[in-house]
C-alpha cells in the first residue's frame, strides 16, 4: 500500500507543486553550420531548468571534440549521426528530455534515427 501511495505521490501531487510534468523526448536541432543550433538548445535549457526539469544537452561540436576518431566525409558524417542519436536514445529511455544539436544534412540518416524513439 505504501508503494502505490508514494508512487501516487511522484506522478500526481509533486508535479502539481512543480507545476509541469516532463515525458521524455528528444528535441533533434538540425542546421548548417553557425546557424544557432547551439544558441537555441541553451536557450531551450534554461527554458527548461526554470520547470525545474534538467534535460541532457547533446552538442555535436562537444561531441566531436571528445570523439576525435570521426572524419568530415559523407560515411564519417553518417557513423558520427548515428552514434549521437544512439547516446540520444540512451538518455530518452532512462526518462530523459534530451536536446541534440548536430549538423544532420542527410536525410536518410536522420529518419533512421527517428526510428530509434
Known amino acids: ?3 502505490i501511495f508514494s508512487y501516487y505521490f511522484f ?3 509533486w508535479h502539481r507543486i512543480v507545476g509541469f510534468k ?3 523526448a528528444v528535441i533533434w536541432l538540425t542546421g548548417l553550420s553557425g546557424s544557432g543550433k547551439t544558441t537555441i538548445a541553451n536557450n ?3 527554458k527548461f531548468k526554470s520547470k525545474s526539469v534538467v534535460p541532457v544537452m547533446l552538442d555535436g561540436d562537444e561531441i ?4 576525435r576518431q570521426t572524419g568530415f566525409d559523407m560515411e564519417s558524417r553518417k557513423k558520427h549521426n548515428r552514434n549521437v542519436g544512439f547516446i540520444a536514445s540512451l538518455f530518452e529511455k532512462q526518462g530523459n528530455i534530451v ?3 548536430l549538423i544532420s544534412p542527410y536525410e536518410d540518416v536522420r529518419n533512421e534515427i527517428r526510428s530509434m524513439y
Open 44 to 46: 531551450l535549457m534554461d
Open 64 to 67: 566531436r571534440h571528445a570523439i
Open 1 to 3: 500500500m505504501f508503494k
Open 22 to 24: 516532463a515525458r521524455p
Open 11 to 13: 506522478d500526481s501531487v
Open 99 to 101: 536536446i541534440v544539436a
